[in-house]
């Protein structure tokens, strides 16, 4: 399946862009830590580290690239607010970034959302749209927005500025891990690894970038494998945030970049987000653990490596976690 | 209450000496981060940080003051073991620095201790000396230890090494937040507590220390108001790491150099420990939340200061939170 010769020109952001997108986001996100947990490595013989964007404002790595596109705008565009279509995280990022600026946001959610992640749209002010689960129906629903309000659409992943933002994370990591040699990365639509693609390889092409995703929601493998974009068949996997095809701009860069993509099984996913809780101490969203269980599923992959998983969220729905 | 010119003539440890523990202990421990939580403090109007130690080896601080002891020993002394007697985390820290410097250690545990921290020593490759749950009867059982082994007692906070070593997390508190006004630690034997005030004091005075306890164990409050140690009058706060009266070696730091002990409800601290898992999405134990309980609890003393607490550990014996 390798592809060679990755024509760079050809993709919609470049190690530039995410160093200004660094500047620009700086006083809005927290650098949040890289933490070693020894005891999740040990029985396989790797060093295990953590980039812990559970703990980004909103818990989730999205307050990145939605405060990069949202400062991106000009006044103008600003003033017409913002809308997006988002099952959760890149939702609430959003509301958060558009009321730091002091503009409106539309934000368009499936009805079957996340409690919290409806919740966390609310508590910034924000009434969601709710529309049917389907993707049709989000971007219907979206596009009827921008038609009546002028707003701009800030999409979750498939946008210059998002990606961006979220590549960000990869500069972080090579300054606090400069000896990391592979990194982690779940994928659902792909903004993610995309722009930790583009930072990594841009810096240090010989940093292994691994992206991981539930078997029952592996379009991305499947596309990795078919030279196009591939379809996700299924939407019921536990990492609610990975169930998302890649798109037009974050597949490119993915086809030509990524080293490997891994699939996880949703008992490792359980498993790896339970070892987060009882060894590393924090609490992790389904998506969040996806790296992990990478690791421990794909373990003969991994012996004697320094490994960084990112750990992308932290907002789990969950009642016996928060009583 | 108040007292003028302490006597840093008098104290068992020095900045030079924390220093130092800081060089002994840098490959044997984990430079845990500082992370703002910005939403448990917006209501009070300050600024709220939290150094994890919940993130150390061993999910706890102990690592620290126990590594510079077992390290500070002299080949001789080391080849005789060393010996303790801990309700807990001290426990399990001293097991891993003994392993780490190849030594036996003896660990003298009340039958009554959390099953995680039993569990936790026995992981270490040690099996607890049980006694019954009383400090007489620790203190006996460990006098019988060395006493037939000839192994160096390592006290989990009367040590003036174990002292210098918790104080490493003050130096690096003031390098990670060079801007904190206000640091607040809890307190049980005095240990953390005295190595902080040590540090902060000798570098930066400005700064505030307060010391929060349990109401339930409200020793130290107690020997500040009197001048004298104070014995705590009951055993049942949920906070198990604070059941314990400060020591000869830590009173006098704490009577001359603390700015001020807050006394906080079993109530505060069961809900801090929750809005850590909603809204830092950390697992902290008891002891570890007792900070925060005292931000929300006397919360008109905080306003628009900028706070860094200690969470000193993550060893939580809760099925709900592990499963």
């Known amino acids: 399946m390798h592809r060679t010769f990755p024509d760079w020109t050809t993709f919609c952001t470049s190690l530039p862009q ?13 650098e949040t830590p890289t933490i070693p947990f020894a005891a999740l490595g040990d029985d396989i013989g790797c060093s295990l580290a953590f980039k812990c964007e559970n703990f980004q404002h909103g818990f989730a790595f999205k307050a990145r690239g939605a405060c990069n596109a949202v400062f991106s705008l000009t006044d103008a565009e600003a003033a017409r607010g913002v809308v997006t279509h988002s099952s959760g995280n890149h939702a609430a990022a959003l509301a958060r970034a558009a009321k730091l600026r002091g503009i409106l946001a539309h934000i368009v959610m499936p009805e079957n959302s996340a409690r919290i992640k409806l919740a966390a749209v609310r508590s910034l002010g924000v009434e969601p749209v709710l529309c049917k689960s389907t993707p049709a129906a989000r971007e219907a629903m979206a596009q009827d927005v921008m038609r009546t309000t002028g707003a701009t659409l800030i999409h979750p992943f498939n946008d210059a500025r998002v990606i961006a933002g979220q590549g960000t994370i990869a500069l972080e990591i090579l300054r606090q891990c400069p000896d990391v040699e592979t ?3 779940p994928v659902g639509g792909g903004g993610l690894l995309a722009g930790t693609l583009i930072a990594v390889k841009s810096l240090k092409p010989s940093v292994r970038i691994i992206a991981a995703e539930p078997e029952w929601a592996d379009d991305a493998f499947r596309s990795l494998q078919s030279g196009q974009i591939e379809s996700v068949l299924r939407t019921d996997s536990i990492a609610d945030g990975l169930r998302t095809p890649l798109g037009s701009l974050t597949f490119p ?3 030509q970049l990524v080293d490997e993509i891994l699939c996880v099984s949703e008992a490792a996913i359980n498993e790896a987000m339970q070892q987060l809780g009882t060894h590393a101490k924090m609490i992790v969203e389904p998506s969040g653990a996806v790296p ?3 690791v421990r599923q794909h373990r003969d992959r991994f012996a004697n490596q320094r490994i960084v998983c990112v750990v992308s969220g932290g907002n789990r729905d969950d009642p016996t976690l928060t009583v």
């Open 253 to 255: 860069i993915i086809h």
């Open 292 to 294: 992990l269980a990478a």
């Open 18 to 30: 995410i160093q200004a997108a660094e500047t620009r986001i700086r006083s809005l996100i927290i």
């Open 183 to 185: 990194i982690i990365v």
